[in-house]
């Protein structure tokens, strides 16, 4: 069974750098696609970008001189940075295949000084 | 971006109810190989999202046949028959036709 869980650090101080991790079971991030989606406070999602089985990625203009997602094959893992963050980047992230089929739980991510 | 427009925001319903949302998108969402990557999500009260319906109307894994979807170009229909508790959440359309991906604003399914 495919299992995707997010970790990383549940507060970050406006200007810095939210990095976060999906480490994922059941499945290697060699095959497929594997992305990141935020949800903000209320309902709106935000599709943030993937990043391919050869380590291509593609991300949401809104957000593109600010993102990376990169992975590390050996761990079976891959990663989001977002950098200068504000206020207005606090919102569950989850980490997720484009197609939707598989979630993880999502982490909490709330920007403050 | 493609706009996705769900309607309603909410709905308020009771057990065994049958329901209908309503998603229409700004710009067509057939791709070059002539499908339609319109999909449906529900999240439920603390949980992940999970995919109910991909391409227009392909039922998920494990997802009962109360629900079902239809559709073509830019709009589009999630119905459930016969509500029941564990359907209670927040729906959502999302296109992968085009880029960046976008979703529509919700609609919130809430018992009456």
């Known amino acids: 069974e495919v299992q995707l869980q997010e970790s990383g650090p549940g507060l970050v101080k406006p200007s810095q750098s939210l990095s976060l991790t999906c480490s994922v079971t059941?499945?290697?991030?060699?095959?497929?696609?594997w992305g990141w989606i935020r949800k903000f406070p209320g309902n709106k999602m935000e599709w943030m970008g993937y990043i391919s089985y050869s380590g291509s990625t593609s991300y949401n203009p809104s957000l593109k001189s600010r993102i990376s997602i990169t992975r590390d094959t050996s761990k079976n893992q891959f990663f989001l940075q977002l950098n200068s963050v504000t206020t207005e980047d606090t919102a569950t992230y989850y980490c997720?295949?484009?197609?939707?089929?598989?979630w993880g739980q999502g982490v909490m991510v709330t920007v403050s000084s | 971006d493609v706009v996705m427009t769900q309607t309603p925001p909410s709905l308020s319903v009771a057990i065994g109810q049958s329901v209908s949302i309503s998603c229409k998108s700004s710009?067509?969402?057939?791709?070059?190989?002539?499908?339609?990557?319109l999909h449906w999500l529900l999240q439920s009260p603390g949980r992940s999202p999970k995919r109910l319906i991909y391409q227009v109307s392909n039922l998920g894994s494990g997802v009962p046949d109360r629900f079902s979807g239809t559709g073509s170009q830019k709009d589009f229909t999630l119905k459930i028959s016969r509500v029941e508790a564990e359907d209670l959440g927040v729906y959502y359309c999302?296109?992968?036709?085009?880029?960046?991906?976008?979703f529509g604003g919700g609609t919130k399914l809430e018992l009456k």
């Open positions: 997720a295949r484009p197609q939707f089929d598989y």
């Open positions: 999302a296109q992968t036709t085009h880029f960046p991906r976008t």
């Open positions: 059941g499945y290697s991030i060699t095959s497929n696609y």
């Open positions: 710009q067509s969402l057939v791709y070059s190989d002539g499908k339609t990557y």
